[in-house]
C-alpha cells in the first residue's frame, strides 16, 4: 500500500463458466477505489486512503495495463467474443445499441468501468479466456494446463515496472 500504482493478483478456485481443470486468477491494479464489493471480499487497498494516489496517472498506468494484458492474450491466439458485443452509437444514453461493434479492447474496457455494462468474456486461441464485469477494475484469467504462457509468464509480462503483491480475497464477494 502506500504506491500510487503495483498489481495484485490472485489464485482463484475453479468456479463459473470457465472450462473445467483450467486454472483461474484474478487481476487488478491498486489501490482500487472504495468499492463495498472489495470491502466485503476482504481487501484493504483503497485510493481515498493512498496519500500518493494520482487519478490522472492512474487511469493512464490502467489503460497500459489493458493494453499489455490483450497484447500477451492475442499473442496466444485469435481473440474470440463469447458474449454479444456492445456496438458504438452516436448518442450518450444508449451506446451500446448500434451497428458497428466496439473494438476488442473496449468490450472487455467498459464493463471495467461500467456497472450496467453487460460481463465481457473473450478467448484466445485454445488455451486461454480472459473476463471482465461488473464495474471491477478486475480480470479474471483462465488458463488451459496446455497454455503456451503460465500465469507467472503473463504477470511478468504485464507488470513490468509495477510493484507486484498476491493477494487472496472471498472471491465469490466480486
Same mark, same amino acid.
Request: without cysteine; negative net charge.
Given at each position: 500500500m502506500g504506491n500510487s500504482?503495483?498489481?495484485?493478483?490472485?489464485?482463484v478456485q475453479q468456479g463459473g463458466d470457465?472450462?473445467?481443470?483450467?486454472?483461474?486468477?484474478?487481476?487488478?491494479?491498486?489501490?482500487?477505489?472504495?468499492?463495498?464489493c472489495f470491502h466485503k471480499a476482504g481487501y484493504n487497498d483503497f485510493q481515498s486512503q493512498d496519500e500518493h494516489y494520482c487519478e490522472a496517472h492512474w487511469e493512464q %498506468?490502467?489503460?497500459?495495463?489493458?493494453?499489455?494484458?490483450?497484447?500477451?492474450?492475442?499473442?496466444?491466439?485469435?481473440?474470440?467474443?463469447?458474449?454479444?458485443?456492445?456496438?458504438? %452509437?452516436?448518442?450518450?444514453?444508449?451506446?451500446?445499441?448500434?451497428?458497428?461493434?466496439?473494438?476488442?479492447?473496449?468490450?472487455?474496457?467498459?464493463?471495467?468501468?461500467?456497472?450496467?455494462?453487460?460481463?465481457?468474456?473473450?478467448?484466445?486461441g485454445q488455451f486461454v479466456q480472459l473476463r471482465t464485469g461488473n464495474g471491477h477494475h478486475l480480470y479474471w484469467l483462465a488458463l488451459s494446463p496446455d497454455a503456451p504462457l503460465n500465469f507467472t509468464g503473463v504477470l511478468q509480462s504485464v507488470a513490468q515496472g509495477w510493484p507486484r503483491r498476491c493477494v487472496q480475497l472471498d472471491w465469490g464477494k466480486l
Open positions: 500504482f503495483s498489481i495484485n493478483w490472485g489464485m470457465f472450462p473445467p481443470g483450467w486454472l483461474v486468477y484474478a487481476l487488478w491494479p491498486a489501490p482500487v477505489n472504495d468499492d463495498e %498506468q490502467a489503460n497500459i495495463l489493458h493494453q499489455r494484458l490483450i497484447e500477451v492474450m492475442e499473442a496466444m491466439g485469435q481473440a474470440e467474443l463469447l458474449n454479444k458485443p456492445l456496438f458504438k %452509437q452516436r448518442t450518450i444514453a444508449g451506446f451500446w445499441t448500434g451497428r458497428k461493434p466496439l473494438p476488442l479492447t473496449e468490450q472487455l474496457w467498459w464493463p471495467l468501468i461500467e456497472d450496467n455494462v453487460p460481463e465481457a468474456s473473450v478467448r484466445f
